[in-house]
DNA sequence: ATATTCAACGAAACCGTTTTCGTGTTAACA
DNA sequence: TGTTAACACGAAAACGGTTTCGTTGAATAT
């Protein structure tokens, strides 16, 4: 076990200065040529290495980010992940991921644990619960600190920060009308309640492609599932009831729900009743019949996010400009409507 | 926008000394009442957090964990992840995750850059690429440095450290065994190649059940896929010539193609031909039929390497032994096999 | 009146770097 | 011979804490 060599050690052993072993290591003009050799050979030798802790005190950059996300055992979110965790590592970014798990308590401890210098700003999506609480303070006092925060996909307009998104109205809309395109007439809409929100801007963008439609559009064609939890009998219940020809969900698992319980009463998919969920993730794809999906490209969602927040650390202006950075999602034609 | 406050902020505007305030804030015995309340609440009125970075420089403790793994986009890594994630942040420790993607080349940077001062331990799962290539020196000069590894599924036993894995063998072989009993007869493995350390667990223990039994063993009926990448068509053609009537394998993905094949082909599933997975993911609920599958455990196992690792980090005792954890699998029955 | 003890606090070292600002030596110049 | 400039290096401050070891003044004991 030989422990880390520091640039003391080395100072020591070549009797010379550590400034002049820092600055030979930094290949300074200040060091002649022959003292430079002498200690990078030294350094390399016993394979010295700075430590990052240090440097971070000194110049105030820690090159980690912090990623506060509600799940990771998510799809998307994992993709997020991996974007972000591409793109950082390329900068020389270091990934530090905190997990809210939809509590409103757990993202305010996550928050402070990182924001006394663990990290260097936040990329975030907000938990459930903080978002029906509305309670946005602990980002306040983060910005309020001059750590950047980056928002992505579960976002508030309530803090002035960079933030990412796709048109999930857009989606929700493009989604439906494909199904009014393709002579559905009865379209449902399997949603979670509104204080998330993208179900909100989903809902949305169904409501309008209907409205625009000449069959308008019906409230009670609408289920709003109250948590996240999967409630299988509450789609049954309200499929057998409602009978659609065509379902809209705002995720996979939905979707895939809905599908299997269809084709268990017979119906056959698409021609009897077409599925489109959310996320494009493996669930979709290997479902059978596969599932059309609005694909919300979370890894590009996660790289855009990542440049912002670098950008912002390490611009030294203190503009107090930012952006809103709206992706477009991408129909993904699969078995589960007609084509 | 309020910069962060320093002990030295308050030492300043109270007129006392720094360690005084250090002191004071630590309700040490040595500061009087009178001085001790003064600085706390002035410390709480403007809100002041010690910086971390300064802490871990001081007492060479960061109260951070380098997580290296190969995929993140991947349920069980996923949910380890999130094991890891719950038990370290319980005991103050932040995790950092840092993606291998299979290659050994981004393995030995992302360690290096995480072991000079950035966490106090690993926490890792073997990229396959440095599975094949068998190349650990990135591994021992971690451990030979003093930083406590923790290896969990993708192990190495040519490195000594902790180690948490499941007994693949054991899953695949109580899968088999269950075909066996069930009456199957011409039971087919679908598996990778053999340098991965849990592929290889997981044919002994298929091979041994089929050993045991009295029909025997036969390499024909074992399919290995080259590389970690889906190729329906090598599967397609494999089950088209087999015709197994039982199918064990590696992962979900797999499984779920094979069944989705057969299907098409107007076979009944488990009738005609019956499937065990491995991971307990999303598709293998969702699937239609649902999978049976050997479920890995993965929180747990994130869990107990986290527990592992923690303990050693703070454990003063340089203590040179290892142990490595063996966790139970547990078959999880679903449609996808008679019962 | 002197010595001893103790409470309450401050100075300074330390963790491992970076960086500014000297400073001593030598060579070149007038 | 005296001045100057360049060169090569070191001392020290700084980042923000913790911690050890004084030091001071007052109270108590002798």
Redesign the interface.
Known sequence: ????ITLKDIARELEVSISTVSKALKNSEEISRDTKEKVQAFAKLYNY??????I??KNKR?K?IGVVIPD??H?FF??V??GI??YA?AR?Y??????SEESFDKEVI?M???????IDGFIMSLSSQTQEKGDYNHLKEVT???IPVVLFDRITHEIDCDKVIIDDELGAYQATKKFIDQGKRKIALITTDDYLSVSKARTKGYWKALQESEMGADESMILKMPSMEMDEEAIKTFLDKKEPDAVLCVN??FA??G??FV?KKGLRIPEDIAFIGFTD???SK???PSLTVVAQHGEKMGEESARMLIDKVESEA?EETYQTKILEPTLVIRDSIAH
Chains 1, 2 share one sequence.
């Open positions: 076990m030989k422990a880390k290495k700075p430590n990052n802790i240090a971070s005190l820690t980690n990771i055992v799809h994992t993709t992940i991996r965790e591409k590592n020389g270091n990934v530090i991921v905190c997990l996550n402070e644990m990182l924001a006394n210098g663990s309020d600190q001059g996979e698992i895939v729900c599908m299997r084709q993730g493996v669930l290997y479902a059978n203190e």
